[in-house]
């Protein structure tokens, strides 16, 4: 690995919140730079009546969400790598594998937005590792500790 760039899934989730944090932290390590990717697209299946209402509306809120969480990271980790936005329209999956092109690793989180589409159409993750042309980290969701009986 040695083109100094870590790649990052975010979509506004807390799996993606997590990958952020968790590509902050690996990219201090390795005096590496992060670019948070965030992949919008307007199809109506998933919008958010309250928040998106059309394809400019739907773009605008992704911007506002790829930007706070990154501001969120920077903020909690008062990195002084520098931590990259870039808003790509267009599917997830193909949208990160690109964005990943050359990177010295792609950061995911485990779950994001998308129960539908993951029951449709399969998890962003899934299709990620497997046209990915780098390594890949899936950053696991937490399980709630269970209740002892």
Do not use: F
């Given at each position: 690995?040695?083109?100094?760039?870590?790649?990052?899934?975010?979509?506004?989730?807390?799996?993606s919140?997590?990958?952020?944090?968790?590509?902050?932290?690996?990219?201090?390590?390795?005096?590496?730079?992060?670019?948070a990717v965030?992949?919008?697209?307007w199809?109506?299946?998933?919008a958010?009546?309250?928040?998106?209402?059309?394809?400019?509306?739907?773009?605008?809120?992704?911007?506002?969400v790829?930007?706070?969480?990154?501001?969120?990271?920077?903020?909690?980790?008062?990195?002084?790598?520098?931590?990259t936005a870039?808003?790509?329209?267009?599917?997830?999956?193909?949208?990160?594998?690109?964005?990943?092109?050359?990177a010295?690793?792609?950061?995911?989180?485990?779950?994001?937005?998308?129960?539908?589409?993951?029951?449709?159409?399969?998890?962003?993750?899934?299709?990620?590792?497997?046209?990915?042309?780098?390594?890949?980290?899936?950053?696991?969701?937490?399980?709630?500790?269970?209740?002892?009986?």
């Open positions: 690995m040695n083109n100094h760039l870590i790649v990052v899934g975010v979509d506004g989730s807390d799996g919140r997590r990958a952020l944090d968790w590509a902050a932290g690996e990219a201090a390590d390795r005096d590496t730079a992060v670019r965030m992949a919008w697209y199809d109506g299946v998933e958010d009546v309250l928040t998106a209402t059309s394809p400019e509306e739907q773009r605008r809120h992704a911007s506002q790829l930007h706070r969480q990154v501001q969120e990271v920077i903020a909690a980790r008062g990195t002084h790598l520098p931590i870039e808003l790509v329209e267009g599917s997830p999956a193909a949208v990160l594998t690109t964005a990943a092109r050359g010295d690793l792609l950061v995911l989180g485990s779950h994001g937005h998308g129960r539908l589409r993951h029951s449709v159409l399969g998890s962003v993750s899934e299709a990620v590792i497997r046209k990915a042309t780098c390594p890949v980290v899936v950053v696991p969701t937490p399980v709630p500790a269970s209740i002892p009986e």
